[in-house]
């Protein structure tokens, strides 16, 4: 038995042998130049494709705000009695957290393709249904929907990158997707200002054709992105045109080399579930549910405080939004790019919470409408994939941290009431202290991490199964 189980020994290190050595050979068959322009045809067709659909996200969830200036409140009848704005835009988020970790399964099981083409095209349709509501509980409703429709997209979005992606190429596409997103939606208010200047068109108020318009934009590119989105590299058919097998097998082989994950157990969901056991899956929800509150709480409520607050005309409130998101957007790839370079993560996190506690004080606390606008600049600018190994835990992961940010979404829309309009101070509080958190809960992985990493150097046991594996922090 001791001979027998010697043999096995020696046959699964020889077999671990041969399998690196024929995945150097898939790697050295292409020369650096063709390696960059194979992962170069995949950012285009997915990091591209994904962040334009990230663009309708934001802008169909975000667009209240710009709706509110615009004459919705007034003709809806939302006001501080029945907290009607309050409670449209926190529906969303209900649904939007319960339907989070469904939704990653989902997408595993039906392809990126055909699940994430049909909630854009479904919730598109939804969006065009809000430019013909006659009261704000029938908004409220389809607002609901929404969040169920557009639970999907990030966390389906952040799962599929990081299975195309080595850990320290993943920052860089996971900050362009977003800075496409984001920055693009940053000018939806101008987008909603002319919009908004088809009043009377068709019997309907301007504030209805900006989800009308924006709702058909989002069926379009639903449709389209059926066409141009690529499904999971160990599901790649034989049928595409952008890549060849050997290719895909190349990509394949880089992450094998990087994190030896890419084969999928069959799903379970008792192991599934399980992964819930792990403190840093709840930590990073954690931090992702103090950075998007005020992240949220910006995009809702600033229209709102530059008109009312501020005493900007409609036009520019609905316009000033556009520049602090574009600031944000250079801010944030800037330092994804040094975050893969100098594999750092902790630091960066940290650096942002307190710039944006910078900003959410001068935006808070001034009169002079010109500091107020620069705290703006800051906070926007300071709006898990590296430590997470395993197909099924990385899904569990994305839907976690993303159901996470969606409950900052219900704490945003809490926490500015009506009755605290127009400066929002409490509001801006939480916001501030949300951010004081940050710091605190980074500082405590980071030191998690770092000491984790020494007792692997020291020859203690594997971090996530893995030889080799260590933390980024």
């Known amino acids: 038995m001791k001979n027998s189980h010697h043999e096995d020994q020696v046959k699964d290190i020889i077999d671990t042998e041969k399998s690196a050595f024929h995945n150097e050979e898939i790697i050295n068959s292409f020369s650096s130049e063709e390696q960059k322009k194979i992962i170069r045809r995949v950012d285009i067709r997915l990091v591209v494709t994904m962040g334009c659909l990230f663009i309708v996200s934001l802008l169909d969830r975000t667009n209240l705000g710009a709706a509110s200036v615009a004459g919705m409140q007034k003709e809806l009848h939302m006001n501080a009695s029945n907290n009607g ?29 055909i699940f994430l083409a049909g909630i854009v ?15 704000w509980e029938s908004m409220a409703g389809l607002r609901a929907i929404l969040g169920g429709l557009e639970a999907g997209l990030f966390p389906g979005s952040v799962y599929l990158l990081s299975t195309w ?35 009377g068109l068709g ?46 097998s190349f990509i394949i082989t880089t ?57 900007f005309s409609v036009v520019k409130a609905q316009c000033l939004v556009a520049p602090p998101y574009a600031f944000a957007g250079v801010v944030m790839y800037t330092q994804a790019v040094y975050s893969d370079k100098w594999r750092l993560r902790g630091p960066i996190i940290v650096g942002n919470a307190l710039v944006a506690i910078l900003g959410l004080a001068l935006l808070g606390f001034l009169k002079d409408p010109a500091p107020r606008y620069f705290g703006v600049f800051l906070a926007t600018a300071a709006g898990s994939s590296n430590n997470i190994r395993g197909q099924w835990k990385r899904a569990f992961t994305s839907a976690t941290s993303i159901g996470g940010g969606s409950i900052g979404g219900i704490i ?41 990493n020494k007792r692997v150097d020291a020859g203690g046991k594997p971090i996530e199964r893995h030889i080799g594996f260590k933390y980024t922090y």
């Not at 409670?87 to 099981?109: A, M, N």
């Not at 127009?422 to 991490?449: E, Q, W």
Request: glycine share 8%; aromatic share 14%.
């Open 85 to 113: 704005y309050s409670i449209t835009s926190l529906v969303f988020f209900v649904t939007y957290t319960l339907f989070q970790i469904p939704t990653t399964v989902i997408i595993r099981k039906l392809g990126p393709r």
């Open 121 to 135: 095209t479904l919730w598109g349709g939804v969006m065009i249904g809000f430019g013909f509501v006659n009261n």
């Open 165 to 199: 992606y080595p850990r320290y190429e993943l920052q860089k596409r996971n900050a362009v997707f977003f800075l496409i997103g984001s920055v693009a939606s940053g000018f939806g208010g101008i987008l909603a200002y002319g919009l908004s200047q088809m009043e």
């Open 203 to 248: 019997g309907l108020s301007g504030w209805r054709w900006i989800f009308i318009i924006e709702g058909l934009l989002t069926c379009v590119l639903g449709l389209g992105s059926y066409i141009l989105l690529v499904d999971f590299p160990d599901k790649a058919p034989k049928s595409w045109k952008f890549l060849n097998q050997t290719e895909v």
């Open 255 to 311: 992450i094998e080399r990087d994190r030896a994950d890419t084969n999928v157990e069959p799903f379970s969901l008792q192991k599934y579930l399980a992964n819930g056991k792990d403190s840093k899956v709840w930590a990073y929800a954690i931090l992702y549910m103090l950075a998007t509150m005020p992240s949220y709480a910006i995009a809702y409520f600033l229209p709102i405080i530059l008109q009312e607050s501020m005493h």
């Open 412 to 452: 945003a829309t809490t926490v500015f009431r009506a009755q605290d309009a127009p400066d929002y101070k409490p509001g801006l509080i939480a916001a501030i202290l949300a951010n004081g958190l940050i710091v605190v809960v980074a500082g405590l992985l980071t030191l998690k991490y770092n000491r984790a």
